[in-house]
């Protein structure tokens, strides 16, 4: 009998044995997820601690007599379109783009992040770009009047105007670069 409990025991104990080793196993397999306190440092009492504001967005030259809204430049202009101030543009023989915009399509998006670089980095008095709503719920009817004047038929459109008249035109994707490119070499 003392021999049959003997072989009991063994066998109970290599089944802890096993179950611990996998046991073992098993944790040394997992992943450990550290978490790192995010909270905010403890302030001493009667201290106050200072928020720093972002820097503010670069103010424009005097932009007089044109009425739109202002994205970027300061002193080539990108501005949102209305009639007027494309009027006035070409009273002033300024170099015109016109970038025909559709909030919904994310190339046109893209386009336009790209165009606020380009107007942001450009330095010339005699360009103002305009973005023309098309194709969207914002259109209004002088951006279909503008659109039809120069023959647009897709959003992404790129049109440059010079004294009046149409001088370049291309529906495209663009970059900084090419806007710029675009600029300069339609200026001269």
Same mark, same amino acid.
């Given at each position: 009998m003392i021999n049959n409990y003997a072989v009991y025991l063994g066998g109970i104990m290599r089944y802890a044995i $096993?179950?611990?080793?996998? #046991? $073992? &196993? @098993?944790?040394?397999? *997992? !992943? *450990? !997820?550290v978490v790192e306190d995010t909270s905010a440092p403890e302030v001493p009492k009667n201290t106050t601690t200072e928020v720093a #504001?972002?820097?503010?967005?670069?103010?424009?030259?005097? @932009? *007089?007599?044109y009425t739109g809204i202002w994205l970027a430049g300061k002193k080539s =202009?990108? @501005?949102e379109y209305t009639q007027e101030a494309y009027e006035i543009a070409v009273k002033e023989d300024k170099l015109i783009l $016109? +970038? =025909? /915009?559709? &909030?919904? +399509?994310?190339?046109?998006?893209?386009?336009?992040?790209?165009a606020l670089k380009a107007f942001t980095s450009m330095d010339y008095g005699d360009v103002i770009g305009f973005r023309v709503d098309f194709n969207n719920d914002d259109v209004n009817v002088e951006e279909k009047n503008i659109a039809l004047k120069y023959g647009v038929a897709a959003d992404n459109t790129k049109v440059i105007v010079k004294g009046g008249k149409r001088v370049f035109k291309e529906v495209?994707?663009?970059e900084?670069?090419? &806007?710029? /490119?675009?600029v300069e070499r339609n200026r001269g």
């Amino acid at each position: 009998m003392i021999n049959n409990y003997a072989v009991y025991l063994g066998g109970i104990m290599r089944y802890a044995i $096993l179950l611990i080793m996998l #046991s $073992l &196993f @098993i944790v040394g397999c *997992t !992943t *450990t !997820t550290v978490v790192e306190d995010t909270s905010a440092p403890e302030v001493p009492k009667n201290t106050t601690t200072e928020v720093a #504001s972002p820097p503010p967005e670069p103010e424009p030259e005097v @932009i *007089t007599g044109y009425t739109g809204i202002w994205l970027a430049g300061k002193k080539s =202009f990108y @501005i949102e379109y209305t009639q007027e101030a494309y009027e006035i543009a070409v009273k002033e023989d300024k170099l015109i783009l $016109l +970038n =025909f /915009y559709n &909030f919904k +399509n994310d190339a046109c998006v893209n386009d336009n992040a790209q165009a606020l670089k380009a107007f942001t980095s450009m330095d010339y008095g005699d360009v103002i770009g305009f973005r023309v709503d098309f194709n969207n719920d914002d259109v209004n009817v002088e951006e279909k009047n503008i659109a039809l004047k120069y023959g647009v038929a897709a959003d992404n459109t790129k049109v440059i105007v010079k004294g009046g008249k149409r001088v370049f035109k291309e529906v495209v994707n663009w970059e900084k670069d090419d &806007f710029v /490119y675009a600029v300069e070499r339609n200026r001269g």
